[in-house]
């Protein structure tokens, strides 16, 4: 994985004052972004790519919690206090990702109100989700109950997915 500083503007016009605090980097397919149990010190944006989460439950078995695309944020726990990631993020295709540090990013969101608005409306566009996502979590006996987004698969052969009940 290649990192560069950020120096030109993101894509996204909305995140132009984000790319001075932020790092690009970009992950080549199949590349960890991440893995579970990191250190949670930074938020990530994809500016390019695509992006797949996955946690591993106590019993082995690899559940995909989200198929991220282009506009997307993930990482973010580490703002709730989340001191370790709680999911791998694995690049599903060549990404350009910029990665803003858990200070910069809480600065970022004291001092730019348009940013702060941004990054709590992507927040709040799936809380209906977040209750369901908890309870199929606990229930599959994952590690934290606490995954980043509202798909979620459990892959493997003999695996099944948690019923409500």
Known sequence: MERQRSRSSTPHKKLDFVAPAG?????KKRSAVFSQGDPADSVFYI???KVKLT???KQGKEAIVALLNRGSFFGEGCLAGQPRRVA??????DCLLLSVGKQAIMRLLQE???FSALFVSFLLARPQCRA???VMAARAGYPHPETPVCQFQVAGQNAQRPQPG
């Not at 790092?23 to 992950?27: D, V």
């Not at 791998?88 to 295709?93: G, Q």
């Open 23 to 27: 790092e690009r980097r970009e992950s």
């Open 47 to 49: 500016l390019n790519g």
């Open 55 to 57: 946690v591993v439950s």
């Open 88 to 93: 791998s993020a694995t690049a599903v295709s």
């Open 112 to 114: 730019q109100p348009e």
């Open 132 to 134: 369901s996502r908890l």
